[in-house]
């Protein structure tokens, strides 16, 4: 804030809601907080409250008093205070930080600046509202989905580690991400056992728990198994309302990573993969066995 305290803005709000609910019952006029007047006050030296309370005091007193003298000042004045105050309140220097982290986040900064001097501050504030919905959609759809050097040790311990593959998710996991998720879970021929880590997951749909179910069964069918592990508590309750966590029999959602670990290899004791079989060719030019 302008003057490095704290504030909250919904208890603010909070209070023009209902302030405009109750004025109207007595007469009053519904109305809302600009913060022009407030920056203003600021600037000119303001620290308390008090200030606004002064302020509203001497424009009463204006209106019962001075109001033909006030009638009198000329609009491209109050215009040019206005444009004055409006240039001083940009913190230009937060601008240009904006432009060094993130050129899309600036753009929509500049764009609702347009559209406000365009149209109207209403018409503007709800174009940067939808572009900033927009934006944080596209950051909450890209999941990032690794192989952790400090799993390495520990998968080592694992004596199915050369046919287990480990995979770190971090990020929510939700209908606009999960497409590109599984593409990214797949498995070579080579691994029997993919081990995904879901301690950084923050959240699980309806969607995505749908899309484990298939990746599961897609995986089943290559003979290879989908093993969850590490989620959250808040991970674990979606699943178990979506009736996952013993879903096809076996288990298949671990409390961490050695335990699935620990069930890989027990499975690939008990289901060994059968070798492939060798397939002997005669060639043309061989000599028939004598009969």
Same mark, same amino acid.
């Given at each position: 804030?302008?003057?490095?305290?704290?504030?909250?803005?919904?208890?603010?709000?909070?209070? $023009?809601?209902?302030?405009?609910?109750?004025?109207?019952?007595? !007469?009053?006029?519904?109305?809302?907080?600009?913060?022009?007047?407030?920056?203003?006050?600021?600037?000119?030296?303001?620290?308390?409250?008090?200030?606004?309370?002064?302020?509203?005091?001497?424009?009463?007193?204006?209106?019962?008093?001075?109001?033909?003298?006030?009638?009198?000042?000329?609009?491209?004045?109050?215009?040019?205070?206005?444009?004055? /105050?409006?240039?001083?309140?940009?913190?230009?220097?937060?601008?240009?930080?904006?432009? $060094?982290?993130?050129?899309?986040?600036?753009?929509?900064?500049?764009?609702?600046?347009?559209?406000?001097?365009?149209?109207?501050?209403?018409?503007?504030? $709800?174009?940067?509202?939808?572009?900033?919905?927009?934006?944080?959609?596209?950051?909450?759809?890209?999941?990032?989905?690794? /192989?952790?050097?400090?799993?390495?040790?520990?998968?080592?311990?694992?004596?199915?580690?050369?046919?287990?593959?480990?995979?770190?998710?971090?990020?929510?996991?939700?209908?606009?991400?999960? $497409?590109?998720?599984?593409?990214?879970?797949?498995?070579?021929?080579?691994?029997?056992?993919?081990?995904?880590?879901? /301690?950084?997951?923050?959240?699980?749909?309806?969607?995505?728990?749908? !899309?484990?179910?298939?990746?599961?069964?897609?995986?089943?069918?290559?003979?290879?198994?989908?093993?969850?592990?590490?989620?959250?508590?808040?991970?674990?309750?979606?699943?178990?309302?979506?009736?996952?966590?013993?879903?096809?029999?076996?288990?298949?959602?671990? !409390?961490?990573?050695?335990?699935?670990?620990?069930?890989?290899?027990?499975?690939?004791?008990?289901?060994?993969?059968?070798?492939?079989?060798?397939?002997?060719?005669?060639?043309?030019?061989?000599?028939?066995?004598?009969?």
């Amino acid at each position: 804030s302008m003057t490095r305290d704290r504030h909250d803005p919904d208890l603010e709000l909070i209070g $023009q809601g209902l302030a405009n609910i109750i004025a109207p019952l007595f !007469g009053g006029i519904v109305s809302t907080g600009v913060i022009a007047r407030t920056a203003v006050s600021v600037q000119a030296g303001a620290r308390t409250r008090m200030a606004a309370l002064v302020h509203s005091g001497f424009l009463l007193l204006l209106m019962l008093l001075a109001a033909p003298l006030a009638g009198r000042v000329p609009q491209a004045s109050l215009a040019a205070i206005l444009v004055y /105050s409006g240039i001083k309140m940009i913190e230009w220097h937060q601008f240009a930080r904006v432009m $060094q982290v993130s050129r899309l986040e600036a753009a929509i900064i500049a764009i609702t600046t347009a559209v406000i001097v365009a149209t109207d501050l209403a018409v503007g504030f $709800q174009v940067g509202l939808l572009f900033s919905f927009v934006l944080a959609a596209m950051k909450l759809g890209q999941v990032h989905v690794g /192989s952790p050097r400090e799993l390495a040790p520990r998968l080592e311990r694992c004596p199915a580690h050369a046919q287990l593959v480990v995979r770190s998710v971090e990020g929510p996991m939700f209908f606009a991400s999960f $497409q590109g998720l599984s593409a990214q879970l797949q498995l070579t021929k080579a691994v029997r056992y993919l081990v995904v880590d879901l /301690s950084r997951v923050t959240y699980v749909d309806v969607t995505a728990a749908e !899309g484990l179910i298939e990746l599961k069964a897609g995986l089943a069918r290559k003979g290879q198994s989908l093993l969850l592990s590490a989620p959250t508590p808040e991970v674990v309750a979606i699943l178990a309302r979506a009736e996952l966590i013993q879903h096809g029999g076996e288990p298949w959602i671990f !409390g961490s990573l050695e335990e699935s670990f620990a069930w890989a290899h027990l499975h690939r004791l008990a289901s060994p993969q059968p070798a492939a079989r060798r397939k002997t060719v005669r060639l043309v030019h061989e000599p028939a066995p004598a009969v």
